[in-house]
Nanobody, 121 residues
Framework: QVQLVESGGGLVQPGGSLRLSCQAS????????MGWYRQAPGKERELVAD???????NYADSVKGRFTISRDNHKNTMYLQMNSLKPEDTAVYYC???????????????WGKGTLVTVSS
């Protein structure tokens, strides 16, 4: 079994910061791309940022310059540092990872259950 567990969400005022974490655990041989997605009420889930195993990153235009994605491959953990938060950043944030469970298996996509970020005064 593989589990992705997000943490770090909460209530923050506009202009504030939060740091999200996503830890993968279980039978894991290798992790390829990891990413953060978010879903606001009444909207579709969207990509926020992702990061490859070598550290190459990709950001949605709406968060460029404010959010920073990173990962610690030794800990199978990914982070999202969110600065200058805006009310429109309010959403449930999910992590996703492409994980190979055994050296002879294919990469499969796994999702966490999400953590709520609320930006409000």
């Amino acid at each position: 079994q593989v589990q992705l567990v997000e943490s770090g969400g909460g209530l923050v005022q506009p202009g504030g910061s939060l740091r999200l974490s996503c830890q993968a655990s279980g039978n894991i041989f290798s992790i390829n791309v990891m990413g953060w997605y978010r879903q606001a009420p009444g909207k579709e889930r969207e990509l926020v940022a992702d990061i490859g195993s070598s550290g190459m990153t990709n950001y949605a235009d709406s968060v460029k310059g404010r959010f920073t994605i990173s990962r610690d491959n030794h800990k199978n953990t990914m982070y999202l540092q969110m600065n200058s938060l805006k009310p429109e950043d309010t959403a449930v944030y999910y992590c996703k990872a492409q994980i190979m469970r055994y050296y002879y298996s294919n990469f499969m996509h796994y999702w966490g259950k999400g953590t709520l970020v609320t930006v409000s005064s």
